[in-house]
Nanobody, 115 residues
C-alpha cells in the first residue's frame, strides 16, 4: 500500500520559517519525481518546487531564493525548507510522487503565515 504523508505545517509570523516533510512508503522513492504543490483558498493548485529522480530541481518564481527542496533517498522522504515566509504563502501544501503512470498525492498540510 502506497502512503504519502506530509507534516510540519502550522502557523508562523511573516518572515519566519517552517520545514515540511513528506514521508513515503510503498514506492521505490529513488526513481520517483517528487514535488511540492500548494493551494490557497479560491485558487488553483500550483507547483511550488520539484525534484526529479535525476536530481533536477525547479522552483516557482514566487519562492526562488526563499524555499529549498531536498530529498533523502535513504529515508524515502522529501523536504521543503521555507524561509522568509509571506502571508501570500498561506495555503495547503501537498506532496506529489510521480513515476510513469503512477501518480500519488498526500492529504496536505496547512501553512498559515500571519501576524
Amino acid at each position: 500500500q502506497v502512503q504519502v504523508v506530509e507534516s510540519g505545517g502550522g502557523l508562523v509570523q511573516p518572515g519566519g520559517s517552517l520545514r515540511l516533510s513528506c514521508a513515503t512508503s510503498g514506492i521505490l522513492f529513488v526513481i520517483y519525481d517528487m514535488a511540492w504543490y500548494r493551494q490557497a483558498p479560491g485558487k488553483q493548485r500550483e507547483l511550488v518546487a520539484a525534484s526529479t529522480w535525476g536530481d533536477t530541481i525547479n522552483y516557482a518564481d514566487s519562492v526562488k531564493g526563499r524555499f529549498t527542496i531536498a530529498r533523502d533517498n535513504g529515508k524515502n522522504t522529501l523536504y521543503l525548507q521555507m524561509n522568509s515566509l509571506k502571508p501570500e504563502d498561506t495555503a495547503v501544501y501537498y506532496c506529489n510522487a510521480v513515476h510513469r503512470r503512477n501518480d500519488y498525492w498526500g492529504q496536505g498540510t496547512q501553512v498559515t503565515v500571519s501576524s
